[in-house]
């Protein structure tokens, strides 16, 4: 079975750094792009950041452009999000995802909860 597991959310001061995590399994890794996605109470789930299946392009949402950096590993098959210069507008649950570069097969993590406050 395919599994994405995040980690390494939590609670952070404003201007803190937090590194999340997505463990994938049962998948090919290299055979697919990887992405961090984020949703807020009440709104729709937004791309945060995509990295190629080769790692070689990366596309960032605008809000966190200079602050978060998407990287990916694919010996330990993990996906990282960096995460600078926090805001309480960071505040969400961030999920991972994973798309085949064949267009074949999506999923997601389970989400992690990212917590920015004084």
Do not use: H
């Not at 807020?40 to 790692?55: C, F």
């Not at 452009?65 to 960096?82: E, P």
């Amino acid at each position: 079975q395919v599994q994405l597991v995040e980690s390494g959310g939590g609670l952070v001061q404003p201007g803190g750094s937090l590194r999340l995590s997505c463990a994938a399994s049962g998948i090919i890794f290299g055979w697919y792009a990887m992405g961090w996605y984020r949703q807020a109470p009440g709104k729709q789930r937004e791309l945060v950041a995509t990295i190629s299946n080769t790692g070689g392009g990366t596309n960032y949402a605008d809000s966190v452009k200079g602050r978060f950096t998407i990287s990916r590993d694919d010996a330990q098959r993990t996906v990282y999000l960096q995460m600078n210069s926090l805001t309480p507008e960071d505040t969400v649950v961030y999920y991972c995802r994973a798309d085949s570069i064949f267009g074949r097969s999506a999923y997601w993590g389970q989400g992690t909860q990212v917590t920015v406050s004084a």
